[in-house]
């Protein structure tokens, strides 16, 4: 490619200014280049809530983004991921005591399956037992949470910090608590993607009963 060919297709491409979800209240993310509106789709921005919020106390909070949407000039997103910073997690470690983790895969009231990392870190070093019961416990109450909330408010009350507190509420009557944190929240599928895992299911189902 000749230097006028380079210089040309350099000028074609178009700066888009990456837009946070209407519940960060469309905050500027960032801004990416493409010669085509079809190649910003798809793209990633990690950002921390720090940012957002213009308080580095939490920073130790990154927040992922993926574009969904591409305007003349604005490339507009979704949310994507939520997770601690492994220094902030190490901070919380504490020798003599029990970390306790959790996975809980949910749906939100609106269809979006969400996977959610709990985890509560004891004073004190607690038995199986007691592990299992705040393991339990946690479980529950994210469930309880995904139940009564669509995707925004779940993803809300994770980002805020309300799920973690009320988890810690419940939890340190069974042993006592220093802290309890959502580690990690992922999106794992949209309302149609979880739509077209059902209808595949159930046309699976239809086959084996037919063979039957």
Partial sequence: MSERSV????????????????????????????????????????????????????????????????????????????????????????RGASKVEAYVTVLTTDDYRVQIQPVAFTTKKADASQEKAIREQMVAMIEEAAAERDFEELVDSVVEGRLSSAIYGEAKTIYPLRRVEIQKTTLEARPEEVAEEEATAVDVDEEDVAAE
């Avoid at 801004?31 to 085509?36: G, Q, V």
């Avoid at 079809?38 to 920073?59: H, M, P």
């Avoid at 983004?65 to 919380?92: N, Q």
Wanted: hydrophobic fraction near 30%; proline fraction near 3%; avoid cysteine.
């Fill in 7 to 94: 210089s040309r297709a350099k000028q074609e491409k178009r700066w888009y200014t990456i837009l946070a979800p209407e519940q960060f209240d469309r905050q500027e993310l960032g801004e990416t280049p493409a010669d085509e509106p079809e190649k910003v789709y798809g793209r990633t921005i990690v950002t921390t809530l720090g940012e957002l919020t213009n308080n580095a106390s939490e920073n130790n909070t990154k927040l992922t983004f993926k574009v969904t949407d591409v305007g003349s000039d604005s490339a507009y997103t979704e949310f994507v991921e939520h997770s601690l910073t492994r220094d902030y997690l190490r901070s919380l470690v504490r």
